[in-house]
């Protein structure tokens, strides 16, 4: 009975489910919520009520069309936060680094538009979705995904890293604010396409 007693006593001493314990500052998943609902909302306003022909309007042959940029957007989502869930999160925790950027820094570079960048491969425009209603139903349901995620999960986002091509270094969270900043940066660059020369100012709005 006394060996009984002692090993539920060490086992009260010992912290139960250390492994689904919040590892997220509530702050930090505030912030991130919130600027994947704001940044949600501009990209959804963007796009909404054009007509066919300033959805496939071209400022020039080297450039993107609102559609192509649309499914850029809806792409990078779905890809961005595989990478993050699958790969980063998998790998070795890391010790913290006091050198990498800052939240802030991540996100005024990612959506910085003064600097030109050649999109990957997987995440150029191939007319994926038939219909801007499909593409537009896949970025919500991507987004929805993501904003859950980042509301509820008990990983530790802090304590997983990966290279970043221009950030170097940042952490999962990061990556996170990285995958929003950069539907922002794209949002801007709709707006660049609507304020062309020869962008079609009126027409039947069509879906």
């Known amino acids: 009975m006394r060996l009984v007693i002692l090993a539920c006593l060490a ?40 007509s066919d022909a300033q959805w496939t309007f071209k400022a020039g042959p080297d450039r993107w069309s609102i559609a192509e940029v649309a499914e850029h957007i809806a792409v ?22 006091p050198a990498r950027a800052t939240d802030a820094k991540v996100i005024e570079v990612i959506s910085d538009r003064s600097g030109k960048a050649q999109a990957p491969e997987m995440l150029k425009p191939t007319n994926r979705w038939p219909t801007r209603a499909a593409l537009t139903q896949e970025f919500e349901s991507a987004r929805k995904r993501t904003i859950d995620y980042v509301r509820t999960t008990k990983d530790d986002l802090r304590g997983h890293a990966m290279a970043h091509p221009v950030m170097q270094t940042i952490d999962a969270y990061q990556w996170l604010l990285l995958l929003t900043a950069h539907s922002a940066r794209h949002t801007a660059q709709i707006d660049e396409v609507k304020a062309a020369a020869g962008y079609p100012k009126s027409g039947s709005a069509s879906r």
């Open 76 to 97: 990078s989502e779905s890809l961005i936060m595989q990478l993050v869930t699958e790969r980063i999160m998998k790998a070795p925790k890391v010790p913290a680094d």
């Open 11 to 50: 086992a009260l001493a010992v912290p139960q489910g250390a492994a689904a314990q919040d590892q997220l500052a509530q702050k930090d998943r505030d912030a991130a919520v919130k600027y994947l609902e704001e940044t949600r909302s501009k990209f959804l306003a963007s796009i909404d009520g054009l």
